[in-house]
Nanobody, 119 residues
Framework: QVRLVETGGGSAQVGGSLRLSCVTS????????MGWFRRAPGKEREFVSQ????????YYGESVKGRFIISEDDTKKTIFLEMNSLKLEDTAIYFC????????????WGQGTQVTVSS
């Protein structure tokens, strides 16, 4: 059974940093693309960042551009999200997602990890 497991969530103060990791188990080949989404209390799920895919360059949501950095390891089954200059509005559950191929969309999801930013 394929699983995505996020770690690294927790609490940080405004202006601080956290690093999330997402590790794949139960899959022998790398993903076509992987990414991060988040859902804040009372809000809909929001795209955060993506790596891989058709043009291989990372993409970021406008709200995190310039502050967050996504990276992956050589297996293309593990990704990281370096979150810097954290803001109160970054408080959310962060989900790792993976795409098995072009047109598949993000077809595998992790359970999420809580990130809480306080002043």
């Amino acid at each position: 059974q394929v699983r995505l497991v996020e770690t690294g969530g927790g609490s940080a103060q405004v202006g601080g940093s956290l690093r999330l990791s997402c590790v794949t188990s139960g899959r022998t080949t790398g993903w076509y693309a992987m990414g991060w989404f988040r859902r804040a209390p009372g809000k809909e799920r929001e795209f955060v960042s993506q790596i891989g895919g058709r043009d291989l360059r990372p993409y970021y949501g406008e709200s995190v551009k310039g502050r967050f950095i996504i990276s992956e390891d050589d297996t293309k089954k593990t990704i990281f999200l370096e979150m810097n200059s954290l803001k109160l509005e970054d408080t959310a559950i962060y989900f790792c997602a993976a795409s098995s191929g072009p047109g598949a969309g993000f077809d595998e999801w992790g359970q999420g990890t809580q990130v809480t930013v306080s002043s």
